[in-house]
């Protein structure tokens, strides 16, 4: 029988540094978007959280299937000094900040335009 462990606990339990991005998805608005994508989609998003929860800070900023860009378009909330987008899957962004070791996902935009605050 196979024990599942919340991704946030793997993802400590696995850190070989202090720079290892930790993942935070416990925003509500983050899970609903996650959750309404479609089956393959929903699965693509989830490979890549695997796959950032592995890598280092400096490895994220350099990835190009990632694509880590400040949003300068949107005005961040208070207490947060950016938001950034990466890509999810092929055809959709996520937005998320940087909080220590932490990524803090907010949102996965519906389409490009959306991510960047022009629609």
Do not use: C
Request: proline share 3%.
């Amino acid at each position: 029988m196979m024990h599942w462990k919340p991704l946030w606990l793997t993802s400590q339990m696995t850190s070989k540094n202090a720079d290892t991005v930790r993942l935070d998805l416990n925003s509500t608005v983050f899970q609903s978007n996650l959750f309404s994508l479609q089956k393959q989609e929903r699965h693509a998003a989830i490979d890549t959280l695997n796959k950032i929860r592995q890598l280092t800070w400096n490895q994220v900023y350099r990835d190009s299937g990632l694509k880590w860009e400040r949003i300068s378009s949107v005005k961040p909330p208070a207490g947060i000094d950016s938001i950034y987008s990466l890509r999810i899957t092929q055809s959709r962004r996520a937005t998320a900040y940087r909080d220590g070791d932490f990524m803090r996902f907010l949102t996965v935009a519906p389409d490009h335009d959306s991510t960047y605050g022009r629609k």
